[in-house]
């Protein structure tokens, strides 16, 4: 069914646009009884009015949004400040949004695109597994970025944008460094439900399976799902479960680093040495890392160049000048203080 217009209520109402817009913003320039008529068929019809009418006149707003899931993540904070940059160089507005856990990013999406008269979307963090007959309810660009998705129709053709790193070739990458290290009792800290975590699993597991390992079923811990996923409170007391269950651990490879500072800070409760007794590893590269004591071993994610890929690359398919791309960026693995040789190998 085509989306209803503020001209098709003033039509069944049998007045003009600009009596519609009274209504809606509450103007006092208007007969009580056409008003009130009004509003029943708004109600009615399920009309969406454009950012509360204010801006029915200004049909070419020039807004970008972005929708965020995981809004505590260290790394997403410094992605949307160079989005916010770019977006007003480019003279457009920008919308922030945070998606909760159980809201479904698409579903805001389309909100969004009602309320505020979109001309583009960002998706930072969140699910990719949605049918393409759901996308396409999205009538403006729109460009998954940090998400491992696929964008191609059953035809082949790149149908939306995507920039990512292949989380699941990063995480075997910093499996097989531990591995290497002659850690073979690798714990590993990362979600159940969400498409990150899956990707890194998987990496995790594939590492172990190129060397012909068995890999250790019992060191795999999901976080809580009652607390933000990638925080340092989730890993702090995911790592307690862990050290308390008894299993012996000579590394603990956490899927995210809030996730590994937590971490780190349960293994010193624990009387611990980092990474004397137990090696610590995270992925993301964040700042805090760096600086954290000792500084931390990570895949660091080129957060710069995906922001600025992301907002540039939805602009150019918002003014038509580029077809939508799917990217793939390489990480990096940074080694610091928090790994080191496993203390069985030196024995």
Do not use: W
Request: charged fraction near 30%; proline fraction near 3%.
């Amino acid at each position: 069914m085509a989306e209803i217009t503020i001209r098709d209520i003033a039509k069944e109402c049998g007045v003009g646009v600009s009596t519609v817009s009274r209504a809606i913003n509450n103007h006092p320039d208007i007969n009580p009884e056409t008003k009130k008529m009004i509003l029943e068929i708004i109600e009615r019809t399920g009309f969406i009015p454009n950012n509360s009418a204010r801006n029915l006149k200004r049909t070419d707003a020039k807004c970008i949004a972005v929708l965020v899931k995981g809004i505590t993540n260290p790394l997403f904070s410094s992605m949307i400040k160079i989005i916010e940059e770019e977006t007003q160089r480019s003279r457009y507005a920008l919308v922030l949004r945070h998606v909760e856990e159980q809201e479904d990013e698409i579903d805001v999406a389309l909100e969004l695109e009602k309320e505020k008269r979109l001309r583009g979307i960002v998706f930072l963090g969140g699910l990719f597994e949605h049918t393409e007959e759901k996308l396409e309810k999205l009538k403006v660009p729109f460009i998954f970025s940090t998400i491992g998705v696929n964008c191609l129709d059953r035809g082949g053709k790149v149908v939306f944008s995507n920039i990512s790193v292949d989380d699941r070739l990063e995480s075997e990458k910093m499996t097989e460094y531990l591995l290497k290290l002659g850690h073979k009792k690798i714990a590993l800290i990362t979600e159940q439900t969400g498409p990150i975590g899956s990707l890194r699993t998987q990496g995790y597991r594939e590492a172990y399976a190129k060397r012909g390992l068995e890999v250790p079923e019992k060191l795999i811990y999901y976080v809580q799902e009652d607390i933000d996923h990638y925080s340092m409170e989730n890993g702090y007391l995911t790592a307690k479960q862990l050290l308390a269950s008894g299993e012996e651990v000579t590394a603990v490879y956490a899927v995210s680093d809030s996730l590994a500072i937590g971490v780190c800070r349960a293994v010193m409760e624990a009387d611990k040495r980092i990474p004397e007794d137990i090696s610590v590893a995270g992925y993301d590269g964040i700042e805090m890392g760096e600086y954290y004591n000792p500084k931390l071993t990570t895949i660091r994610q080129p957060v710069e160049e995906i922001a600025k890929k992301t907002i540039r690359l939805l602009l150019d398919v918002i003014g038509e000048r580029k077809e939508h791309q799917q990217i793939v960026l390489s990480a990096e693995l940074v080694v610091r203080d928090s790994t080191g040789i496993c203390q069985e190998k030196i024995d």
